[in-house]
């Protein structure tokens, strides 16, 4: 029975979690639970999984154990529990992956800005103390178990799919005009919102691109990306001789976060069966005008670490912005643009520093933000 700590429990990712427990009761029980506003969501998941262990933490709260974020820490650190899952959304993610892996115990890893703005330090950490980082993202979970099959000493590339996100197919001159409802219109995946703006803009696979080369060390010109509409196929692998290796199966997150609380071993699942039959599959490079923070995120990727943790900040500025009206869909990229256009550290060697251009780089984007109003 492995228990698992569930960090972002009334989110998208946090709730397939819960209902994957639900599935296998043999094998998984919660041992805490956090959520950062939703207190009613967190108390009603509490009871019904029989924890007391919960955390609010982005507002204090007597109806919980612990509050804010510090009282995440602590539930971490406190809690008798072999794995957490940390979906917690953004930059905030990143403090929680440090203490799940200080207090030994593995990390499933939903939050790809812990990866992106301290890929290094955290897999330093995570080798040191001897816990297991497992990737939540479909894609890296399906390079993950690729890998973990053929030996990471075989894989020559890995390339990452993509569905192109709600304006795949909007003429160039439609971005200006969308709105943020029509960015949340995802053509295949149910996520979160910010993910969703992400994923129309590509920017998601940037950061996705970022951690594939973080996660399985490999330089930017051994990664690509493809449009593949159907979202059937999560990610490929190319071994030594040239032969390509797809992970496939319908898209349901519910499995790569079954992989991640199941890991080493494997457990028997039929929510996300595919018959070959029934889909023809498509794809296609994208086109870098349409989605120029991918190209971005190439280019951060080749500038350093630095670039790379600003890149993540700029974005979610940048979202925030998109989703408040302040700026059109097209100023995302400005802004991120315009923030890169500093010059950031190649190399940061402790959490401070990474901080310190997390700060930086969003202090940047809010003047630019104003300078678009």
């Not at 080369?213 to 330089?219: A, E, K």
């Not at 930086?360 to 104003?370: F, G, H, L, P």
């Amino acid at each position: 029975m492995k228990r698992i700590i569930i960090l972002g429990a009334t989110g998208s990712i946090g709730r397939q979690a819960l209902n994957i427990i639900s599935r296998h009761p043999e094998s998984f029980m919660v041992a805490g639970l956090s959520a950062h506003h939703d207190t009613d969501g967190l108390l009603e998941a509490a009871e019904l999984y029989g924890t007391r262990q919960t955390c609010l933490s982005g507002s204090r709260s007597n109806l919980v154990r612990y509050s804010g974020s510090e009282g995440l820490l602590t539930l971490i650190r406190d809690t008798d529990a072999d794995m957490v899952l940390n979906a917690v959304a953004g930059a905030d993610g990143l403090a929680p992956s440090f203490e799940a892996i200080r207090s030994g115990k593995d990390l499933a890893l939903a939050n790809k800005e812990t990866i992106v703005m301290a890929g290094r330090l955290v897999m330093e950490a995570a080798q040191v103390l001897g816990t297991k980082i497992v990737p939540v993202d479909s894609e890296h979970s399906a390079i993950f178990s690729m890998v973990e099959r053929f030996g990471a000493s075989s894989l020559k590339s890995v390339i990452i799919t993509a569905s192109g996100g709600a304006f795949r197919d909007y003429p160039l001159e439609k971005l200006a005009t969308v709105t943020p409802a029509d960015a949340l219109a995802h053509p295949t995946w149910n996520m979160g919102a910010k993910i969703t703006v992400d994923s129309a803009s590509m920017a998601n696979k940037g950061l996705e691109l970022i951690e594939a080369s973080r996660l399985f060390n490999l330089d930017p010109d051994r990664i690509n990306v493809v449009i593949h509409p159907e979202s059937r196929v999560h990610s490929f692998i190319r071994t030594l001789d040239g032969s390509l290796y797809a992970q496939m199966s319908r898209p349901d997150m519910r499995i790569p976060i079954l992989n991640a609380f199941s890991w080493p071993e494997y457990i028997e699942e039929s929510v996300a069966d595919m018959d070959p039959t029934d889909i023809a599959m498509h794809f296609y490079n994208p086109d870098l005008k349409r989605y120029p923070l991918l190209g971005l995120a190439f280019s951060a990727l080749a500038d350093g670490e630095g670039a790379c943790t600003a890149y993540n900040a700029a974005n979610e500025v940048a979202v925030e912005a998109f989703m408040r009206e302040q700026i059109r869909f097209p100023g995302i990229y400005d802004i991120v643009a315009g923030t890169l256009d500093t010059n950031f550290q190649s190399r940061l060697d402790d959490i401070d520093a990474v901080m310190a251009v997390d700060s930086m780089a969003r202090t940047m984007a809010e003047s630019i933000v104003k300078e678009h109003q």
